[in-house]
């Protein structure tokens, strides 16, 4: 039966895989491409959803879930409130775009007309609703897998998870892709409302029934009982935790923010329709991205974490490399051959890094659950928002969209290149033990507090 909800909680990131490709792919080009929002406010927008992991939600989620249950379930009520809202501001999030009225010129006209649009307002609303349910949610989710799986089938569980949601993302955007080809508001803001009712009834199906009543009660679980505000002393006061949430900041940096790009950069430098890149984008370098996590999950606990991740390094920064030169080449074979390559690194590092994030938290999943999804919120609103900052300014400098999208794809590369230089010096053991002792110094400044 373990082995059987297991499976199906793997399931439950096909929902956030459906919107998140929509969000991210498809509703940020229309902003971009369709309606000319600058990349900066579009991508701001969209990386929103990151803020409010950054100003705390995700420990606090964490820690919430690790303090207190909801009629005896401690995980399972706090994913089901995340996705309930991710999914009521995702159905708005298509017509709320079209509300947008900005007048483009000058950047102070920019600005102006950006403060004094109702519509735009309303869109950040809109992203900020959907940030909160993700960050809640997810921060449940990897939780309560945390939870329930040994040390040696966490890789299986997470390769297992991102595949679902990478593979729903190919798939619900190629069939999006192929309904779009006649393109109209009417038709977005319909496939909208359908992708929310697939993920609602599949994240419901996923999740309920997967946790133990009770389970996290007694005596043996009493590691679990400090306070927000000792959480976020613990985690301040650890040098090798925070070193490991250096590490996943990097990390993800380097992974996802060209995952904003992709669709903008095939639509301005080789002059494809949404239908076209829909089809090229996600299907290609996802879809090998997709292949490689499901392998590399199944053997990660042969080839070590840590391997893993520097393999995959190598790959996603040579394969950024090949993309740069086939912009440059307007080389469209070059291209598919380059989002191989990358699909193949982001694969391994993806499931190698989450993985261990997943095993990284001493006996305390939702506080350090909390502090590694928000590491990895802060790279994803700098990496998303970012890139929106760097195509305007780049453009602007030269009037060359392929030098913008070089500049954010040589950023990755960095990154990638630096992410393999801190993991030497990650080490379980190391941050475990700090962690204890952590645990055991707050423990005795309490008691010594009571006496």
Known sequence: ???????????????FGMMLGFVQDILNRVMIKELHLPATIALG?????????????????GNLSDRF?????????????????????????????????????????TVLSALADIGLWKLCVIFLLFGFGLQVATTAYYSLIADMVDEKDIGKIAGASWTLMVL?????????????????????TYVAEICALVALGVGVLAVIGVESRNAQTGPAKEKHGITFAKSVQLLSSSPKTLQFALYIF???????????????????????????????FKPTMGGTQLIFM???????????????????????????????????????????ISLVVTGVG?????????????????????????????AQSLAIFIGHFG?????????????????????????????????????????????????????????????????
Not at 294 to 309: H, N, V
Request: proline content about 2%; charged content about 15%; glycine content about 10%.
């Open 1 to 15: 039966m373990k082995r059987f909800n297991l499976i199906r909680l793997a399931f439950f990131q096909m929902g």
């Open 45 to 61: 927008l969209i990386s929103l959803k990151e803020l409010l992991a950054i100003m705390g939600v995700k420990v606090w989620a």
């Open 69 to 109: 249950s909801i009629f005896g379930y401690r995980r399972t009520p706090y994913v089901l409130i995340g996705l309930l809202s991710c999914v009521i501001s995702f159905v708005l999030s298509p017509s709320a775009a079209y509300e947008v009225h900005m007048v483009s010129g000058s950047f102070s006209e």
């Open 168 to 188: 729903t993302a190919i798939v619900s955007n190629w069939t999006i892709g192929s309904y779009l080809k006649v393109f109209t508001p009417e038709r977005l």
């Open 250 to 280: 990097i990390s993800i940096f380097a992974l996802f923010a060209n995952e904003v790009v992709m669709d903008p950069f095939g639509a301005e430098v080789f002059q494809m329709p949404v239908s076209q890149t829909t089809k090229l």
């Open 294 to 336: 499901l392998l590399t999950g199944f053997l990660l606990s042969r080839i070590g974490f840590k391997r893993g991740a520097y393999i995959g390094n190598v790959f996603g920064g040579v394969g950024f490399s090949m993309i740069i030169v086939a912009g440059f080449m307007h080389n469209l074979d070059l291209l598919r």
């Open 346 to 374: 982001l694969g391994m590092a993806s499931v190698s890094n989450i993985s261990m994030m997943m095993n990284m938290t001493a006996g305390r999943s939702g506080i350090y659950m909390g502090l590694w999804g928000t």
């Open 387 to 451: 890139a929106g900052v760097i195509r305007d300014v780049v453009f602007t400098l030269t009037g060359n969209h392929m030098m913008a999208y070089a500049a954010i794809f040589g950023l990755e590369i960095v990154a990638f290149t630096a992410s393999s230089l801190v993991l030497p010096h990650i080490s379980k053991e190391e941050f475990e033990a700090e962690s204890q002792a952590k645990i055991a110094e707050f423990s005795a400044a309490a008691e010594s507090g009571k006496g």
